[in-house]
């Protein structure tokens, strides 16, 4: 029998049996037929070489240097691969993956924001968005806005800031950390500011200051509108009394409205007069006046309580 075993072939008498060349060590071997050429081998373990592919354990790899490997269907067969994962290079020259099966469905960036139902604002940065059309609602708003037209509907109805400015449901409120803001509401070319209904200051901005030993003795109360208690006295015919309201809200400029709110006998109020002489920055002078030839009251005092506000104004 060895005399059939020469070289790499086995003689054609042996074609059963299969040569392995090398020997039976633990390195890969070329394995003959009887035929005298190289023939196919299925190995249930281990690594097993064809030309320049190895197959060692569950890896498949180039035995030459920097070789590739192509896995090639016949005919019209396909390459199926139930489970693959790509941990480097690039897939490419493939059909565009179906949004179904995790892709786009397009190979272009403005394809895939089609096919996504993306608009134009994906492409906008963050810091620089522009919105068109739609609705906004659910969200907070802070920062500064500009070309902003119109606010319809209840858009604003629960709570929106902008710019130390407050809409909290009926109220329009200076908000922010600074103090003594002003809201400016100005109207456009001809038109006019209309407030329909009420009109004046919410709850917050008054306050209350009694006056001290006279009637012509000042009083300090830095509020858009007030109250101010008088010293009780009476008012001798034809007389009057003047005394200095400070008040860091008033402007030169402004209008300061004063009237009696209450503590004037009902028989001698008529003839009070009360009325604003003179209006400085921070400062406004009040008269209280009797237009009656006698005293008023004609006996005892009155503790007038005076109101008052302040409404802005300006020259040109």
């Given at each position: 029998?060895?005399?059939?075993?020469?070289?790499?072939?086995?003689?054609?008498?042996?074609?059963?049996?299969?040569?392995?060349?090398?020997?039976?060590?633990?390195?890969?071997?070329?394995?003959?037929?009887?035929?005298?050429?190289?023939?196919?081998?299925?190995?249930?373990?281990?690594?097993?070489?064809?030309?320049?592919?190895?197959?060692?354990?569950?890896?498949?790899?180039?035995?030459?240097?920097?070789?590739?490997?192509?896995v090639?269907a016949?005919?019209?067969?396909?390459?199926s691969?139930p489970?693959?994962?790509?941990?480097?290079?690039?897939?490419?020259?493939?059909t565009?993956?179906?949004?179904?099966?995790?892709?786009?469905?397009?190979?272009?960036?403005?394809?895939?924001?089609v096919?996504?139902?993306?608009?134009?604002?994906?492409?906008?940065?963050?810091?620089?968005?522009?919105?068109?059309?739609?609705?906004?609602?659910?969200?907070?708003?802070?920062?500064?806005?500009?070309?902003?037209?119109?606010?319809?509907?209840?858009?604003?109805?629960?709570?929106?800031?902008?710019?130390?400015?407050?809409?909290?449901?009926?109220?329009l409120?200076?908000?922010?950390?600074?103090?003594?803001?002003?809201?400016?509401?100005?109207?456009?070319?001809?038109?006019?500011v209309?407030?329909?209904?009420?009109?004046?200051?919410?709850?917050?901005t008054?306050?209350?200051?009694?006056?001290?030993?006279?009637?012509?003795?000042g009083?300090?109360?830095?509020?858009?509108?007030?109250?101010?208690?008088?010293?009780?006295?009476?008012?001798?015919?034809?007389?009057?009394?003047?005394?200095?309201?400070?008040?860091?809200?008033?402007a030169?400029?402004?209008?300061?409205?004063?009237?009696?709110?209450?503590?004037?006998?009902a028989?001698?109020?008529k003839?009070?007069?009360?009325?604003?002489?003179?209006?400085?920055?921070?400062?406004?002078?009040?008269?209280?006046?009797?237009?009656?030839?006698?005293?008023?009251?004609?006996?005892?005092?009155?503790?007038l309580?005076?109101?008052?506000?302040?409404?802005?104004?300006?020259?040109?």
């Amino acid at each position: 029998m060895a005399t059939n075993l020469t070289d790499n072939t086995v003689s054609a008498t042996y074609e059963q049996l299969l040569h392995v060349d090398g020997g039976p060590d633990a390195s890969e071997k070329i394995v003959y037929g009887g035929g005298g050429v190289p023939t196919a081998l299925k190995v249930g373990t281990g690594s097993v070489a064809v030309d320049n592919v190895q197959i060692d354990g569950n890896t498949i790899r180039a035995t030459n240097t920097d070789g590739g490997l192509t896995v090639t269907a016949n005919g019209s067969g396909a390459v199926s691969i139930p489970k693959v994962a790509i941990s480097s290079g690039t897939v490419e020259g493939i059909t565009d993956l179906a949004i179904a099966d995790g892709g786009t469905g397009a190979s272009t960036a403005s394809g895939a924001r089609v096919n996504l139902g993306l608009g134009s604002i994906a492409t906008q940065a963050a810091d620089n968005v522009t919105i068109t059309g739609g609705s906004i609602s659910g969200v907070s708003f802070s920062g500064t806005f500009t070309g902003i037209t119109s606010v319809t509907s209840d858009a604003f109805h629960t709570s929106a800031a902008a710019a130390g400015l407050t809409l909290s449901n009926n109220d329009l409120l200076a908000d922010g950390t600074d103090t003594d803001i002003s809201i400016d509401v100005t109207p456009k070319g001809a038109g006019a500011v209309n407030f329909g209904g009420k009109f004046g200051y919410p709850t917050g901005t008054g306050g209350a200051v009694t006056q001290l030993t006279s009637r012509t003795t000042g009083v300090t109360l830095n509020k858009l509108s007030g109250q101010i208690t008088l010293v009780a006295g009476s008012l001798a015919g034809h007389e009057a009394d003047e005394f200095t309201l400070t008040n860091s809200f008033i402007a030169a400029t402004d209008v300061v409205l004063v009237n009696i709110k209450s503590g004037a006998a009902a028989a001698t109020r008529k003839y009070y007069t009360i009325g604003v002489t003179s209006v400085s920055a921070g400062s406004c002078t009040i008269s209280i006046g009797n237009n009656d030839n006698g005293a008023v009251p004609a006996t005892g005092t009155d503790t007038l309580v005076l109101s008052f506000v302040v409404i802005k104004g300006v020259a040109s």
